[in-house]
């Protein structure tokens, strides 16, 4: 068995079957005791019950209840990785020759990550991220692809790239998307600069950047101090439901087919990533369509 390998030795630490020398050599790369923290964390997460009743409100009421608890929900894929020993990981680490660790979530997970100046990632589901371990603290630089909300700590500038765009921020909390063709920013604290194509916006606290067209548009929005995906609803406002429905998938695994004259149509409204029957009756009964389902493949008409 390969022992150079981080992942080889953390399954063996889970298991109880590392060595000594191991051990320390593990102790070395990564932050044991603050990994028991977390693991112990997911240990206490309980289900809470489910009522049915006023659909929308008891969803968001549930939500508002759980918000204290937001930490241990991002945190339950640790206890996947300590059940299957990295077999069926839910969070994939990868040192590249120890200098790009990568971040890498599937459909239905998220993840909290600290990075090493204590700045802190969470990761929404379908989401790539990644960091030159060996120069971050003195060039604070994140590659993104998904969607990602993040607490910078002050200190040097700190920037990500994606493929729509580049942020640069000193200290703030903000939530960067990057599906589809365009880049949404939304700054949360603090002051973040987006620049496409060589024009640069800069946003404080409540404001938006918009992709239209290849041009970025400002915009002003009610006040709050995260992204609602992070406490489990995806929230859209005047949204193409071909993208809704795109968020459906990757937030349940499933297989969304439809008319394409449907694309179009825009949702104002929400859905929960913890029941799809309701994320379902809420989207299509909204827009008045109907759907079925057989598994995993949900086809609206």
Avoid at 105 to 123: A, N, Q, R, V
Wanted: proline share 3%.
């Amino acid at each position: 068995m390969d022992k150079s390998n981080d992942d080889t030795l953390l399954a063996e630490w889970l298991a109880g079957t590392i060595s000594e020398a191991d051990l320390r050599i593990l102790a070395a790369r990564v932050d044991l005791d603050a990994l028991s923290k977390k693991l112990a964390l997911v240990d206490e997460f309980t289900v809470p019950d489910y009522n049915d009743a006023d659909l929308w409100k008891k969803i968001i009421a549930k939500k508002e209840n759980q918000s204290q608890r937001t930490v241990r929900q991002l945190l339950r894929p640790l206890l996947a990785i300590a059940a299957a020993i990295f077999g069926f990981m839910m969070i994939w680490f990868f040192w590249s020759g120890q200098d790009t660790v990568k971040l890498v979530t599937k459909t239905g997970e998220k993840i909290e990550f600290m990075l090493p100046d204590s700045s802190t990632i969470y990761l929404n589901a379908g989401t790539k991220a990644s960091y030159q371990a060996n120069t971050y603290m003195s060039d604070r630089t994140i590659y993104l692809e998904g969607q990602g909300f993040f607490s910078v700590k002050k200190g040097k500038p700190f920037t990500v790239k994606t493929e729509r765009g580049k942020i640069r921020v000193l200290g703030t909390t903000f939530d960067i998307n990057t599906r589809g063709h365009e880049i949404f920013v939304a700054c949360y604290s603090g002051k973040v600069a987006v620049e496409k194509n060589k024009k640069e916006v800069t946003l404080t606290a409540d404001e938006i950047a918009l992709d239209k067209n290849g041009s970025l548009e400002k915009i002003t929005v009610p006040s709050t101090d995260k992204p609602t995906w992070i406490e489990g609803l995806s929230r859209f406002e005047k949204v193409p439901l071909n993208f809704v429905f795109e968020e459906l998938e990757r937030q349940y695994s499933v297989k969304v087919q439809y008319k394409k004259d449907l694309s179009g149509r825009a949702y104002s409204g929400i859905f929960p990533h913890d029941n799809l029957e309701d994320a379902l009756k809420l989207v299509c009964g909204a827009m008045n369509l109907d759907y079925t389902r057989k598994k995993n493949i949900i086809t609206v008409k």
